[in-house]
């Protein structure tokens, strides 16, 4: 064999050799796969494994958070339950005596440790004055929580009225329209006045407009007309009875009773009278007289008829009769 053959002979084995290589070089390239794919699974596991372990301790976080909220509260809820709460029960207070006692914000400051109290409900009464506590609901001495409302009646006083307008309203009138107000007629009295007709009312005791208590006196003044106009009386006594009448019409006064009384003066004349002399009397009044009927006569004759002949012929009978006696 030639050396050249011999040359060429190793040329082709290592030609030949080649696609082996190639063949065998296949192999290494799908086991490199194979780890990759494995690697990315096992990347991912651990991923979630870690994701696991994050939601855990989140979970851990927010219970732990949640319990020291719980223990907060529960502090806090505890602290106020301890002043209302002991040995298990709600705290008992005894209801104050409020009854009598004047309302005022003093007065309930006492109580504000363990009571709360309404607004109060005021009421007329005409036992209490103003602002004296009339009854309390819960009454005293009653076992109640610490921290229980109590209403409070308190009196406002008597109840109150406003005297109402009587102009051109009569005596009567003025009586039913006050008896319906609940006020009282402590008096009536009748006054002169020019101004308001006879008979109507001129003012009351309290004012128009003014605040009365029920159950109050008032005065009720009515008008008796214009003031009349005084006179001085004048002396009638020791004159006959035709003058005094004729006195009397001239100073515009009224003739009253004419009484005969047996006297030792003249019949006729004029004895007495009701008024004094001298005194002020108002136009019109009626004065009273006594008239002697004389020691031996029982009777005069009638006012205004034949009074000189009646008694000139009495004369005469008296004194026929005493001759006759004789």
């Known amino acids: 064999m030639s050396a050249e053959h011999a040359m060429d002979r190793p040329a082709r084995n290592i030609s030949q050799s080649r696609p082996q290589t190639v063949s065998v070089s296949a192999p290494p390239k799908t086991v490199n796969q194979g780890q990759t794919k494995i690697k990315a699974q096992e990347m991912t596991e651990e991923d979630w494994k870690a994701k696991k372990s994050n939601n855990w301790i989140a979970l851990l ?28 029960t709600v705290k008992q207070v005894e209801t104050p005596n409020l009854k009598g006692k004047v309302y005022s914000d003093a007065l309930l400051r006492q109580y504000e440790d363990d009571f709360t109290f309404a607004e109060p409900i005021w009421q007329p009464s005409d036992d209490y004055d103003a602002n004296i506590i009339l009854s309390q609901d819960p009454k005293f001495r009653e076992g109640v929580s610490k921290g229980t409302t109590i209403k409070l009646t308190v009196s406002s006083g008597k109840e109150t009225v406003t005297i109402p307008s009587m102009s051109g309203k009569n005596q009567r009138d003025a009586e039913v329209l006050l008896a319906n107000l609940g006020l009282k007629i402590k008096k009536i009295e009748n006054i002169e006045d020019d101004k308001v007709p006879e008979g109507e009312v001129i003012r009351t005791e309290p004012a128009v407009g003014k605040t009365a208590f029920k159950g109050q006196e008032v005065v009720v003044y009515i008008s008796i007309g214009a003031e009349a106009k005084q006179v001085v009386m004048p002396q009638l006594v020791k004159q006959d009875i035709q003058t005094a009448r004729s006195v009397l019409e001239t100073e515009k006064l009224t003739i009253g009773d004419e009484t005969r009384v047996r006297s030792d003066r003249p019949a006729g004349e004029v004895v007495g009278q009701s008024v004094k002399a001298g005194d002020h009397v108002a136009e019109y009044t009626k004065i009273d007289l006594e008239i002697s009927q004389g020691e031996f006569y029982s009777a005069l004759p009638p006012q205004g008829y034949g009074d000189d002949e009646d008694v000139e012929g009495e004369d005469e009978e008296g004194t026929q009769n005493d001759r006759d006696d004789e």
């Open 61 to 88: 976080l927010a219970v732990f958070f949640v319990m020291v909220v719980v223990s907060i509260l529960g502090f806090v809820i505890y602290d106020m339950a301890s002043e209302l709460f002991a040995t298990g």
